[in-house]
């Protein structure tokens, strides 16, 4: 039996129903709220739905031990500004989680997240090192309160203490994939310009106000949602694997090439429309991310990830231009 928190989410949903495939027990611990969320989880066998403020008592009765816990579910919008309840929903409760598989004696995998890294000024390498990590410096507070929990967590196991039997914390790049409809704005791009395009607009991005990059020339590491459950479920098979690493792919690509690649998928001709980027943004717009993927390659995942191109593909033939585009 797993836990998945924001299991009903976009990067959990997808896990559990990988989780339910392999005949794993599944309990999603996460909030469904008024719209169509729960349909990220209609298709998935599993054990029960719990909201988040009632998941310590469940756990305290819970007559069947947990095998892993895997903490996804966070307040994940960078745009966030109440301090406060990120501090509740990133970072106190992820202690929880930490002190509970510690005591239970169980696997945690959770997410951080490549905003930890601010502007990337300092690279895109995950070195979990208390000098390395003390460098960074987040651009907002949902990257902060990812990074004050990854501190917390070096910081616990360099002073020697106990720690769960299988630790793993990951930080997500630009994922995107089928079941993250319910995140509005904050849904990737992929899935704004497969919608622009099927409205017979053009593909929207943004100017370029950088010398170094053309316009749609922004440079991300663009990485699929399924590498992304590959990983975790790799994880889970791999217990004796532990770290701090980064999720993407390795290989940066431009917003330019995102939208050719749905362009392509949709079978229609090139039509790109540039706009100023928001001057309430503008200046922290990151210009380049991009993984370096050696500590996870040098722990043992071989799996190649999915291309671009390839990805895209997938999620707009087999799900966003489908009758039901959930996983």
Not at 27 to 52: F, H, M, T
Not at 227 to 240: G, K, Y
């Amino acid at each position: 039996m797993i836990l998945i928190t924001g299991g009903a989410g976009f990067i959990g949903s997808n896990l559990v129903a990988s989780l339910s495939e392999r005949g794993e027990g599944v309990i999603v611990c996460d909030w469904l709220g008024q719209g169509d969320k729960w349909r990220n989880i209609a298709k998935a066998e599993i054990e029960d739905v719990v909201p988040p403020e009632q998941v310590a008592d469940y756990l305290e009765q819970l007559d069947q031990p947990l095998t892993a816990v895997i903490h996804l579910g966070a307040i994940s919008a960078t745009t966030e500004t109440d301090g406060d309840a990120l501090m509740a929903n990133n970072f106190r409760l992820s202690k929880f989680y930490w002190n509970f598989c510690t005591a239970k004696r169980i696997p945690l995998i959770y997410a951080s997240s490549a905003a930890t890294y601010g502007d990337g000024a300092l690279g895109f390498r995950d070195d979990a090192s208390i000098d390395s990590l003390a460098r960074l410096e987040p651009l907002n507070g949902y990257g902060w309160s990812k990074h004050l929990f990854d501190r917390w967590v070096v910081r616990q196991l360099t002073n020697g203490a106990h720690h769960p039997p299988q630790w793993a914390g990951l930080k997500f790049f630009n994922v995107y994939g089928p079941n993250e409809y319910h995140k509005g704005g904050q849904a990737s791009v992929a899935s704004h310009l497969f919608r622009q395009l099927k409205a017979g607009e053009p593909a929207t991005l943004f100017q370029s106000h950088h010398p170094d990059y053309a316009d749609g020339g922004q440079l991300r590491d663009f990485v699929w949602v399924g590498d992304c459950v590959d990983v975790m479920l790799w994880l889970l098979d791999n217990p004796e694997v532990n770290g701090l690493f980064n999720l993407g792919t390795g290989a940066a690509r431009s917003f330019a090439d995102l939208a050719r690649a749905v362009f392509t998928a949709l079978e229609q001709p090139e039509n790109i429309r540039y706009v100023p980027t928001p001057e309430a943004i503008r200046d922290k717009y990151q210009y380049f991310t991009e993984a370096d993927m050696t500590r996870l390659r040098s722990a043992g995942y071989d799996k190649a990830f999915t291309t671009l191109e390839a990805g895209v593909e997938s999620y707009v033939c087999d799900f966003l231009a489908t009758p039901d585009a959930y996983r």
